[in-house]
């Protein structure tokens, strides 16, 4: 069962008069945890799991579903870029974001592994968002970063509905996206498209790395458990 920090969301819908906006940050890098690879593996898995990741929020109705979808990607992934989309995107619409990047205690990792989304960012957006709440508006925050769990309070003071996050290393961005986006794309609770994506990846997952003899799980998943953080549930759409 996907543990949450609070128990009490209240479903709501966004309201009509503004329109919604997928901020997509992409940059794969091409690192795998754990694996030294030359550049020129980590460029080509950089390279595959981008244009994989575009091709998906295509197939799954991504640009269907949302007014606008602005992706940011390789050298776009920056403290200043990320600002200034939020901002922009703020003023007429509702900014959902996904976060297909690593990940570090409280950081996203930027462009090419050598650039961090960090306090750079947090601050500024933290210093306007407290001087005028309506310079940002934030819906849901999905991330497949790793130790996304140690940004959810940052993303919920900027006023975001929902934020899920994994507790350490995340060995499962897929499944997990395509069934997180299957889901939410279909009218789903965000709370629910977080938890029946993590159900099915812990499941793969289970296959290479079962539980210890003991009963506990293996480093590997309990690391990837995905933990949602809200002040309210919300759907992208009412299916009704």
Not at 70 to 81: M, R
Not at 113 to 132: P, T, V, W
Not at 170 to 192: C, D, K
Request: glycine share 8%.
């Amino acid at each position: 069962m996907l543990a949450t920090a609070e128990r009490d969301f209240v479903r709501n819908t966004t309201p009509a008069a503004k329109g919604r906006a997928l901020l997509v940050v992409l940059e794969n890098v091409g690192y795998i945890s754990g694996l030294n690879l030359p550049g020129w593996a980590m460029a080509i898995i950089d390279y595959v799991t981008e244009e994989y990741a575009k091709i998906l929020l295509r197939l799954l109705g991504a640009h269907r579903r949302y007014d606008r979808v602005v992706i940011l990607e390789d050298a776009d992934v920056t403290n200043e870029k990320m600002a200034a989309a939020l901002f922009d995107l703020s003023r007429e619409h509702r900014v959902d974001q996904l976060l297909l990047v690593h990940g570090q205690q409280e950081c996203l990792v930027g462009y090419q592994g050598k650039a961090y989304i960090d306090g750079n960012l947090f601050n500024r957006l933290l210093e306007a968002y407290s001087q005028d709440p309506s310079a940002l508006d934030l819906g849901v925050v999905y991330g497949v970063n790793c130790y996304g769990a140690s940004l959810a309070p940052i993303w919920l003071a900027l006023g975001a509905d929902a934020v899920n996050g994994a507790v350490g290393v995340n060995w499962f961005p897929e499944p997990s996206l395509s069934l997180f986006l299957s889901r939410w794309l279909n009218g789903a609770t965000y709370s629910e498209s977080v938890a029946t994506s993590f159900r099915w990846a812990r499941r793969v997952g289970r296959l290479v790395w079962p539980d210890k003899a003991n009963g506990c799980e293996d480093i590997h998943i309990a690391g990837s458990r995905q933990i949602v953080y809200g002040r309210r549930d919300v759907r992208l759409f009412d299916p009704r």
